[in-house]
């Protein structure tokens, strides 16, 4: 574990010489070099890529035989845990309860900042505990310094439990990866204003975030080629979205999506299969129970 008198040793934390005269500098050039930075973000997770790989498809394994999804995190690594998370259920149509981000604090943490939680060891085992956290779970620490009291603790907890785990960093060699199976690091220095890892190392882990619940969904059979079939189309913009799905995926007109999407309960995969395989809402839905919710496997079947 890092010493507090070791914390200028920690590659988030590093000056950096690209951005020393930042304060000196106009807008535009300032904003060139905060762009700049960016930029590595994303060259850094493509080196992760294997390591992502992997976490994908243990994910979905795991969801696919009941398990859970957990990120945990303190300050900006939590919340974008707890965004990632949120915005499952309306994009996948996905249990509230199937894919959750806790963040060092609580609640209130998300909107104001409780940064001393990160420190405590012990409160994210009393956060996963509290959500019957069980061996066919998959915890994911997110830290962009490797070493977040509250992310290793969470992490052993997990271990103890015989929960998969992922660590999720920002740095070579973190502390996390002790306590993971898979260790993700996307390693991406010091930043435009030192030691403001909200800015690309936040980037970097909201990339890899995107990717492993994308890639989980894709994997179960909640995307059909690029269109989100399981969308949850709870407002106006998400019921447009449904229409246009199924007038793409079944080739049919505005129209006929429309009354496809009400024969369907609203349910624009349930609305194509109908169409094409020329099914009724109970039956449609019955084969794709049998195809574990996979369009294209169950148009197969």
């Known amino acids: 574990m890092i010493s507090t008198t070791d914390f200028d040793k920690l590659q988030t934390e590093q000056e ?5 005269n930042i304060d ?7 904003l060139k070099i905060i762009n700049d930075e960016d930029k590595k973000a994303i060259l850094a997770v493509e080196k992760a890529l294997p390591e992502i790989a992997a976490a994908v498809e243990l994910i979905a394994r795991r969801l696919k035989k009941g398990g859970r999804l957990f990120y945990i995190g303190s300050g900006t690594s939590g919340r974008l845990g707890v965004l990632d998370a949120v915005e499952c259920p309306p994009t996948y149509g996905t249990d509230p309860n199937l894919i959750v981000g806790l963040i060092a604090g609580g609640y209130e943490a998300i909107f104001r900042a409780k940064e001393g939680a990160e420190d405590d060891f012990s409160l994210a085992a009393k956060d996963l505990a509290a959500k019957n956290l069980s061996k066919g779970d ?3 620490g997110i830290a962009a310094s490797g070493r977040t009291p ?5 992490l052993k907890y997990a271990g103890e439990i015989g929960a998969a785990r992922i660590a999720i960093s920002c ?3 973190s502390e996390l990866k002790k306590y993971a199976d898979i260790n993700i690091e996307a390693a991406t220095g010091g930043e435009a204003v030192t030691g403001s890892t909200r800015m690309k190392a936040g980037t970097a ?6 990717m492993l619940s994308t890639g989980a969904m894709i994997k179960l059979g909640k995307v059909y080629g690029n269109l989100m079939v399981d969308v949850k189309a709870t407002n106006e913009k998400l019921k447009n979205r449904a229409r246009r799905i199924v007038e793409k995926a079944a080739n049919v007109d505005a ?6 999407l009400k024969a369907a309960d609203g349910n624009a995969k349930t609305a194509i299969f109908m169409h094409l395989a020329g099914l009724n809402r109970d039956e449609a839905r019955s084969k794709l129970d049998v195809a574990g919710g996979n369009l294209k496997q169950a148009l197969r079947l």
């Open 255 to 260: 129209t006929t999506a429309d009354a496809l």
């Open 150 to 154: 509250y992310v290793i603790g969470g």
């Open 171 to 173: 740095v070579n060699n």
């Open 205 to 210: 882990q909201k990339t890899i975030l995107n």
């Open 24 to 30: 000196e500098a106009d807008t535009a050039t300032m």
């Open 16 to 20: 950096n010489i690209k951005s020393r």
């Open 138 to 140: 998959v915890v994911a």
